[in-house]
């Protein structure tokens, strides 16, 4: 049996997801607010985390709506 662990990359801080989005955080926890923003992870210590495959699903969601 092969055990596929998941890479630390699997998982982007708000601040990596803003930098390759080039967005501000500001804008993100806006669109949080709004409903607008990919789908979040909040861990034991409070801060978020967003899964690659939940980005390239919200991505993917943007560009049917554009």
């Not at 803003?18 to 607010?33: A, D, G, H, K, V």
């Not at 034991?44 to 967003?50: D, M, Q, V």
């Amino acid at each position: 049996m092969t055990h596929n662990p998941r890479r630390p990359s699997d998982k982007l801080t708000v601040d990596e997801f803003c930098s390759e989005l080039r967005i501000s955080r500001s804008t993100f926890y806006e669109w949080r607010q709004k409903g607008r923003a990919p789908h979040c992870i909040r861990i034991p210590n409070g801060a978020l985390r967003i899964r690659r495959s939940d980005i390239e699903n919200w991505l993917t969601d943007c560009e049917s709506r554009a």
